[in-house]
Structures are given as C-alpha cells and as structure tokens.
C-alpha cells in the first residue's frame, strides 16, 4: 500500500515513531518514497510524496489489525492523533478510523 504524503519527515517520524513501524526498510527521499514494513505478512507501506495540488485518502484506506482496538484508540489520542471513537459490531469487529499529518484516513481492527 502506498500513500501519499506532503512532507516525507513528517510522514517517516508518525509512521514510524508514532504508529510503532520502526525505522524504514527503504528510505529514499531523493526519490520521494519511503517504506515501512509493519510486520504483517501482508506486506508493507509505502509513503511517497504527493504532487501538486494533491488532497489526502479517504477512499481507499490501510486497515491494521491491532490486538485491542479501543485501547489503540487510547493510546493514538494519547500520541495526540485524530481518532475516531471505536465502533463495535457484537460477534464480529471493533475497528476505528484515525488520520495521518496529512489527512490520510487510515482504519485499525481487532475482534469484537
């Protein structure tokens, strides 16, 4: 998944220090592109830097699965980023939508 982003050390210090992603895997910034590895086997995130005249995602959106979504709401508003209030669906999911720097909706889960 890439994303694109306005400032790439803005975007390295949240996506890595912030969301817990650690230091990138490949960290290009002469290229306009940085990537993280989550550790997911699912694969990894890309940012890479937005064009003119770019506005931020809130179509397509990076869902993480966290051990406990209400908790990661608590601890990401702690860190002093945009969240939603979790929404639980009995039987099924909690999940949550939270925001990057730059607008970016991103979303996390974990079992209801």
């Known amino acids: 998944m890439s994303i694109s982003v306005t400032d790439l050390d803005r975007a390295r210090a949240f996506y890595g220090e912030v969301l817990g992603f650690g230091p990138p895997i490949y960290d290009l910034p ?32 990076l869902v993480l699965t966290v051990e406990d979504c209400q908790a990661a709401v608590v601890e990401l508003r702690r860190r002093g980023v945009q969240c939603e209030d979790a929404q639980v669906f009995p039987g099924f999911v909690t999940f949550a939508s939270f925001y990057d720097p730059f607008g970016n909706r991103l979303q996390m889960c974990s079992p209801a």
């Open 30 to 61: 002469d290229a306009g592109w940085i990537e993280f590895s989550p550790g997911a086997a699912g694969g990894n995130v890309s940012v890479t830097l937005a064009a003119s005249g770019w506005i931020p995602s809130t179509g397509t959106t």
